[in-house]
């Protein structure tokens, strides 16, 4: 399918008006309030600018989320413009500042498709009704012989007149509260292969991330932060720093024992990041390392071990196990135990805040600038309405990126020096002063009968909660964080679902798929376990565990479909090439799982030559429902599948003391292009509601890997990260 | 004073000689396409050109630069500008972050080996790391380059 291009790609620009002359659609959107359990409630109407048309005939369409490569400003921005007749050409897009008026723009949880897919396009339908309402007044036709084609209305007697020459009749005209939507079958952006609206900027240097922000008089700060998580400053000299060539002030910045607060320290503010940076190294602190001083991963990781070997408070529980495992013909039992992992975007953590007697501007790449806007807000005790967040590009944000703890430090400093500043991160700060994906241990337990039918199935799992960070103290998973767990629609009689307890020593926070990574992993290894304990081969024996056809119950509108989830494993399978012959010492090994509401397989084909290690091809298969943007979905899932090696090949962070272990790309490693396997992808055909794209694709890949590796070498490894065994 | 000749102009700056090539570029002269990624040389975002060389420009004490010919992303060489085409063409970047880094690794090995094969691609491009996963698409745009430049 060739691409449809923007040949314009007038992007990512600066400093449009929305009330230049032009239409302005003023229509209406939910606005959601935050949830963590994704069942997000009608709170209020807001009203919403999103469409501007000018009488030249460009078009700028507003983008309510944050850009991090997921390609949400082509996505979002391109359905409005199916829905219109809009010829994509003429589209500009402008990026929404953090305001309560553009609905929910949280940017995380994969779900800016999902939710808005159906507002967008209503909002593309509306203005084209509208303009053809304009073109019959103009004309003085009916209606009926009026359509809307590539940014003209045409009429049947073959006359036209383009979109922008009908804005001075189409602004006096009401907004129609019903619209017809297209079908499907005339979409001519939505399912296609759009690039990206920001691709020539992102190859040529001119794409403005939040590190390229500048504005007058702009300083640059560097902050040193505790090495233990919520230390706080003893004392501190700054004699050696001030007489850094180009420092000008150091400052203490305050710590905020909040979800989304500064961690607190000394800045360094110089004229350039460099002087900033070495003004830093030459600082003489003292430090109270307070609590979390206790923290070392390695004995942490013994205790949660053991918490998952006894009892725990039962989430769910059918049958009986207990029952289950005294009838079984032979149990099976494993532990999985997986290490903090960190996010570590290619952009660190950045932010230009400009504090000002009465209001307050930033400049940032954040992927929640309502977070943003209400945090330094507070902080500063000035009315939301004064705070302005203008959200820029983001280098990567993974999850790291939707907590706005680096803007609030760039306004307590922009704040102590009265002036505009940049808080630049380094990689170090990065990978030591992160919100941590969690550290986990599990337990799982399964009854086999004497036909190889598993007929019980026990999963125990600990792990520091993300709750902990919102409110300290909390030591058991929040509903929604057992529910990748709880929700697995295996066919088993008895199934008991429990948790352990376990205290957080670092901040713990959202990271791409979230616990969909452990639970993802452990599942479908302990799956594949069962398998090869009953005799039986993983993809039968899996298809077996799912069952017959059936929908999980769930309270919205997506469904947990047995036959989808089927339909990706087998599926991917195929595309491996799974009962085909191998070459020697190879092995393809399979997962399966549903998150996001998306259905997601990989199968991956493997070796393991002279103890080492090698992924030869990825296949991923996708069930999203709706397919956008094809080529989108596509290089998310050959991300995912990268994202997801890099994890399972090196991912851990370690604490010693309190104290991050791990400091760079050299203990904290990425997978290099050599690295890289053959990934094929596979979108799934359907008309149904889109779901998830940005983060399902990455919880089979680990699992899928270890799964190969075992049918490869006989050898099963339950702990992650691969380098911890040789293999890499 | 240091004279330095970036995208074939010269720019005299005052900083401390110790300074990182990186932190000219981006803080004192204002290109701001070179990216900061780790300061250590390990992830390639800050690649600059140096006499048509790739380096890690948050390496190179910018007194070590004077007389080299610096070529950032915003600048203009054939073999550049022919794989900023490709990238386009192929839809490669995700979040674009580490992409100027990625162009001028691709750039310098063209610029010493036209006809790359995988081994080579795969050697060249390890300088570089992509958070987002683009690594096919990057070795395909480098591919796609020299197949066009083969058959012109």
């Known amino acids: 399918m060739d691409p449809i291009k923007n040949i314009s790609r007038r992007g990512f620009i600066k400093g449009i008006g929305l009330a230049s002359g032009g239409l302005v659609l003023a229509s209406t959107i939910y606005s959601f309030s935050k949830c963590n359990s994704e069942t997000e409630l009608v709170s209020e109407f807001n009203p919403n600018l999103f469409v501007q048309l000018n009488s030249d005939g460009s078009l700028i369409l507003v983008a309510s989320r944050s850009e991090m490569g997921q390609g949400v400003r082509t996505s979002l921005t391109s359905v409005i413009a199916d829905e219109m007749e809009a010829d994509w050409d003429r589209v500009i897009v402008k990026q929404a500042t953090g305001d309560s008026k553009y609905g929910n723009q949280n940017t995380d949880g994969s779900r800016s498709v999902r939710i808005l897919y159906q507002k967008m396009r209503q909002m593309g339908a509306t203005v084209k009704a509208v303009l053809i309402t304009a073109a019959v007044k103009y004309w003085g036709v009916p209606e009926s012989e009026c359509t809307a084609e590539n940014h003209y209305i045409i009429h049947t007697s073959g006359k036209k007149i383009g979109f922008g020459d009908l804005v001075d009749i189409a602004k006096d005209l009401e907004i129609p509260k019903k619209v017809i939507l297209k079908s499907p079958k005339d979409f001519k952006y939505i399912g296609k292969n759009l690039p990206s609206i920001d691709v020539e900027n992102l190859s040529n240097g001119s794409a403005v991330f939040g590190l390229d922000k500048r504005v007058p008089n702009m300083k640059f700060a560097a902050i040193k932060r505790c090495p233990v998580t919520f230390g706080t400053v003893k004392t501190y000299d700054k004699t050696d ?308 056809d059936r929908v999980q119950e769930t309270n919205d509108q997506y469904k947990y479909d047995t036959a989808k989830l089927k339909h990706v494993l087998k599926t991917a399978a195929t595309n491996a090439g799974y009962s085909k012959q191998l070459p020697d010492g190879h092995a393809i090994g399979l997962a399966v799982h549903y998150s996001f509401y998306s259905h997601v397989a990989a199968a991956v084909e493997v070796s393991v030559v002279d103890g080492k290690l090698k992924v030869h091809q990825v296949n991923i298969v996708i069930d999203c429902g709706t397919a956008i943007n094809r080529d989108t979905i596509k290089a998310q899932m050959e991300g995912s599948a990268i994202f997801g090696m890099s994890l399972a090949f090196y991912g851990k962070i370690t604490a010693k003391n309190g104290v991050i272990e791990q400091s760079n790309f050299h203990d904290y490693q990425m997978l290099r292009m050599p690295d890289v396997p053959k990934i094929h992808v596979e979108i799934v055909e359907s008309n149904d509601d889109p779901t998830g794209v940005g983060e399902p694709g990455v919880p089979v890949i680990a699992p899928a890997i270890i799964n190969a590796i075992f049918k490869a070498t006989g050898k099963r490894y339950r702990s992650l990260p691969l380098s911890d065994h040789g293999l890499v | 004073m240091i004279t330095l000749k970036i995208n074939g102009k010269e720019h005299t700056v005052d900083v401390d000689p110790t300074m990182p090539l990186l932190w000219v570029i981006r803080d004192i002269i204002g290109f701001t396409g070179t990216k900061f990624g780790c300061g250590k040389g390990l992830c390639g975002a800050c690649m600059v050109l140096m006499d048509g060389n790739a380096v890690n420009s948050c390496l190179m004490p910018v007194s070590t630069m004077e007389g080299r010919e610096i070529i950032t992303i915003e600048g203009e060489t054939e073999n550049l500008q022919a794989l900023q085409k490709s990238w386009a063409e192929l839809n490669v970047p995700q979040c674009g972050f580490c992409q100027s880094g990625q162009l001028i690794t691709a750039t310098s090995m063209l610029n010493n080996n036209p006809n790359p094969n995988e081994d080579e691609i795969n050697g060249n491009m390890s300088r570089n790391i992509c958070r987002c996963g683009t690594y096919t698409r990057i070795k395909g745009a480098i591919n796609h380059c020299v197949e066009q430049k083969n058959k012109s």
């Open chain 1, 241 to 548: 720093a001030l007489m850094v060539k180009g420092v000008l002030d150091v400052v203490e910045v305050p710590l905020l024992r909040k979800a989304f607060g500064s961690l607190g320290g000394v800045a360094v503010i110089a004229t350039n990041t460099w002087a900033a940076l070495k003004g830093r190294d030459a600082l003489k602190i003292e430090w109270d390392d307070g609590d979390n001083a206790s923290y070392n991963t390695e004995s942490f990781m013994s205790t949660i071990t053991a918490n998952v070997q006894k009892a725990g408070q039962v989430e769910k529980s059918i049958g009986s196990v207990d029952d289950a495992f005294k009838k079984a013909n032979k149990f099976v039992d494993a532990t999985y135990q997986l290490p903090h992992l960190t996010h570590a975007p290619m952009e660190v953590p950045n932010a230009v805040v400009s504090v000002e007697e009465d209001s307050c501007e930033v400049w940032a790449p954040i992927q929640s600038p309502q977070a943003a806007r209400r945090e330094v807000a507070n902080f500063l005790k000035l009315d939301e309405a004064k705070v302005i967040i203008n959200v820029t590009l983001l280098g990567g944000g993974f999850g790291r990126k939707a907590k706005p703890d680096f803007i609030v430090e760039a306004a307590a400093i922009s704040k102590a020096i009265k002036g505009p500043v940049q808080v630049v991160w380094s990689r170090e700060d990065d990978i030591q002063h992160s919100y941590y994906h969690t550290v986990s241990a599990q337990y799982l337990k399964g009854a086999l009968d004497s036909n190889g039918n598993v007929t019980g199935w026990l999963h125990r799992f600990a792990f520091p909660s993300i709750g902990s960070t919102f409110k300290p103290g909390t030591n058991l998973p929040q509903p929604w964080e057992s529910s990748s767990a709880k929700d697995i629609p295996y066919d088993i009689p008895n199934m008991q679902i429990e948790t352990g307890k376990a205290d957080a020593h670092v901040r713990i926070g959202w990271y791409r798929s979230v616990i969909n990574i452990p639970h993802g992993y452990a599942i479908n290894v302990f799956a594949d376990e069962l398998a090869y304990e009953a005799g039986k081969d993983p993809l039968e024996f899996r298809l077996n565990l799912i069952g017959k």
